[in-house]
């Protein structure tokens, strides 16, 4: 008798147990059906805003904040005057801001008359506090100018008159017309770290925009796009800098935002177009995916006027950089060149 009791008992012992174990497997499954869910989506809920935050950090770190940055310093370096509105064109962003078209910009302006004394500096460069430079490099007396091709026979008629009289009024110049071979050549040559990025941009325009950078650097010297046809010769805007001993590099003020890149002056291995050319990765990098939202800002904002610009603010040494005023550089009785801007598909 007493082996059955023990084996009723044992039997009644194990059932339990198994019910015991039951209830707690029911029990974790309960967890893991409602805990456990629950907290997996708290955690990437988190996650999630935790990107959006990043992201939205990048956005204005990367992206607005150095638009802010060059419209700010056009609002507080223009002079007073007549309201005007300038807008930063497919950007979106409209400025109105008291300032004149035709009036200096107050950093280094070359003035509209170059009859200046040559025996002690201007007044204009004497309030500015800007001083003869022991060290001054003159700007080369060679004119660039780019084209597809070296051969002029490929020019349009609309651009062999900037051809002709470029050659044709300064006599006394070097003129170097470079293709796109030569370009792309000059920078595998001395500006190798540079070449797969030049290859990699996605709009021609981008590679012409930095190939007049990388040749001043070069070799200094003036730079004109083709559309601009000279009215008189550059030689007496050079002696006049030459006679100040203080500005090696020349940067026209913009009609419409900060400086534009079509005429540019500038010594060999100069200070601000070593800055330009250092900054160009990083300004293709930072403004990449903007190109599939305006592929015009992106141009404009990586290799462009508005890159140009943002370098000039964010130069340390701004006292060897004049900017060429509206009346010389613009439409007026005293500018040297004359626009002939057209626009292609």
């Not at 300064?170 to 540079?194: A, G, Q």
């Not at 550059?234 to 900060?258: A, F, N």
């Not at 990765?281 to 006027?305: A, C, D, E, N």
């Not at 950089?321 to 009785?333: K, Q």
Request: glycine share 4%; hydrophobic share 40%; charged share 20%.
């Amino acid at each position: 008798m007493l082996p059955a009791m023990q084996t009723t008992e044992s039997s009644g012992l194990s059932k339990r147990k198994k019910s015991i174990e039951r209830l707690e497997e029911g029990i974790l499954k309960n967890e893991e059906d409602v805990k456990i869910p629950s907290t997996t989506f708290s955690r990437k809920k988190l996650i999630l805003i935790i990107l959006l935050i990043i992201s939205l950090l990048f956005i204005f770190m990367f992206w607005i904040f150095p638009i802010l940055r060059v419209l700010t310093w056009e609002y507080n370096h223009f002079p007073s005057g007549q309201l005007q509105t300038y807008s930063a064109n497919s950007l979106g962003i409209h400025l109105i801001f008291e300032g004149r078209l035709n009036e200096i910009v107050p950093y280094s302006p070359l003035p509209a008359s170059l009859k200046q004394s040559k025996k002690e500096l201007p007044e204009w460069v004497k309030q500015l506090g800007h001083k003869r430079n022991p060290n001054f490099k003159g700007i080369p007396k060679i004119i660039h100018q780019t084209w597809k091709s070296t051969d002029r026979n490929t020019l349009p008629p609309y651009y062999i008159e900037s051809w002709y009289e470029w050659q044709r009024l300064n006599p006394k110049y070097k003129y170097m017309l470079w293709s796109d071979d030569d370009i792309r050549e000059l920078i595998s040559t001395k500006y190798n770290w540079f070449l797969s990025t030049y290859d990699s941009y996605p709009y021609d325009i981008q590679r012409i925009y930095v190939g007049r950078y990388f040749i001043l650097h070069a070799y200094g010297g003036v730079y004109c796009d083709l559309d601009i046809v000279p009215l008189m010769g550059i030689e007496s805007l050079v002696e006049y800098l030459d006679e100040l001993k203080i500005y090696e590099t020349i940067i026209p003020r913009s009609g419409y935002l900060g400086f534009d890149n079509d005429f540019l002056m500038s010594s060999e291995k100069n200070p601000f177009f070593e800055q330009v050319i250092s900054n160009l990765w990083w300004s293709h990098t930072k403004w990449f995916l903007l190109r599939f939202i305006s592929p015009y800002s992106y141009i404009m904002l990586s290799s462009g006027q508005i890159f140009v610009t943002e370098t000039f603010i964010k130069l340390v040494d701004k006292s060897k950089v004049a900017i060429l005023s509206s009346d010389l550089y613009g439409v007026s009785f005293a500018s040297f060149f004359n626009h002939k801007e057209r626009y292609f598909d």
